[in-house]
């Protein structure tokens, strides 16, 4: 559940287990989120924090805020305006998608989240849900190396 906030595709990750290697369990953690539905991708992306908002990365994602502030770190260092704009736009992405706008933010700086937010404003919701969904599978990626390694 540290890697990826769906029950559904917690439950079958169990599944595997024990696995040959690695790359078999990356494999099968992929096909498993890929063959979710939209109400499992939901529920992962509601175990995220919004991007910039550290107060609440700290207090309701306790569990994985070590590894979400690593992933936002340059959000640490961005100047207000860009912290006032990532604030505004995830708000109207949840407004108009009705789940938190999410993205693989390991190395990327807040100024250019701030751009991916704005530009993914304009999508259709069914788009935009499949490209937040290969988001999260890039973020679990990067959580099952961090809890293996």
Known sequence: MQCCG???WA???????PVPNLETLYKYAEGVWFACEDKDWLEAFSHHPKIGDLESLQKKFASTAQWASGEQSSVNTAGSGVLEALAQGNNLYEEKFGYIFIVCATGKSATEMLIILQSRLDNDPKDEINIAMREQNKITRLRLE????
């Open 146 to 149: 961090k809890l293996l390694s």
């Open 11 to 17: 439950n079958r990750m169990s599944d595997i287990f």
């Open 6 to 8: 769906s029950n559904v």
